[in-house]
């Protein structure tokens, strides 16, 4: 198995552009994670979905932030217009739900840099 | 709310020591313990994990961790740590019921010595 497969790696851009970040979870998994880890707050859930459906989107910090989850093998989390202070690392991950625990497998993350 | 915390931002120690690196929760509800790896430029992986049954868990590399419910702790140890060890521990906590959602700790930084 691949594993969790996320793009960019590594994302540098300019402030008011828009970043869309790329996710793929593990083949049957029915849960999808994104994750924000910075020096400051540490690893914060941001947006969890079940089924490609949003579950809890408590964690997404602006309206600048949007997740889409259009079918069970893909995944986007977009900003725009992006800022500095979005500069961190999104890390993506994928979990199936079994005997009442689900174990995450997280993706290499995208290593966002906003100028 | 469940949260965890980690008072250990980082900890140094030579090669072929003993590491115990902590980790506290709270929680009103029955949850669950898991300990992740983070290697540099890698994302994280489970090391090992407390579902029920046996305090002591034991996971990869060598790590085992003991799960003490009146203390609320959750406290990782390694008998004699490895170069490669040298990485990012983080302990997260999770309801045992009605939640996909895992609390995650902010680390404790491991740099093992030569």
């Known amino acids: 198995d691949a594993g969790v497969i996320q793009s960019p790696r590594h994302e540098v851009t300019e402030m008011g552009q828009e970043v869309t970040l790329r996710c793929k979870p593990i083949?049957?998994?029915?849960?999808l994670f994104w994750y924000r880890q910075t020096m400051m707050r540490g690893l914060e859930l941001l947006i969890y979905?079940?089924?490609?459906?949003?579950?809890?989107d408590s964690g997404m910090p602006e309206d600048r932030f949007s997740a889409k989850m259009p079918n069970a093998s893909f995944s986007t989390l977009k900003i725009q217009p992006s800022e500095p202070r979005d500069s961190a690392v999104y890390f993506c991950?994928?979990?199936?739900?079994?005997?009442?625990?689900?174990?995450?497998?997280f993706g290499p993350g995208t290593r966002l840099t906003v100028l | 709310a469940q949260s965890v915390t980690q008072l250990d931002s980082q900890v140094p120690v030579f090669e072929e020591a003993p590491v115990e690196l902590r980790c506290n929760y709270s929680?009103?509800?029955?949850?669950?313990l898991f300990w992740y790896v983070q290697y540099p430029n890698q994302g994280l992986q489970l090391l090992l994990k407390?579902?029920?049954?046996?305090?002591l868990v034991k996971g990869i590399n060598g790590f085992e961790a003991e799960f003490n419910k009146s203390q609320t702790s959750f406290h990782l140890r390694k008998p004699s740590v490895h170069i490669s060890d040298t990485a990012e521990y983080f302990c997260?906590?999770?309801?045992?019921?009605?939640?996909?959602?895992?609390?995650f700790g902010t680390g404790t930084r491991l740099k093992v010595l030569a």
């Open positions: 991950a994928s979990s199936i739900l079994a005997g009442g625990y689900n174990e995450q497998f």
């Open positions: 083949s049957g998994h029915n849960s």
């Open positions: 979905f079940n089924n490609n459906v949003p579950i809890d």
């Open positions: 929680s009103s509800v029955s949850v669950y």
């Open positions: 407390y579902l029920s049954g046996s305090t």
């Open positions: 997260a906590v999770k309801k045992s019921s009605g939640t996909y959602k895992y609390i």
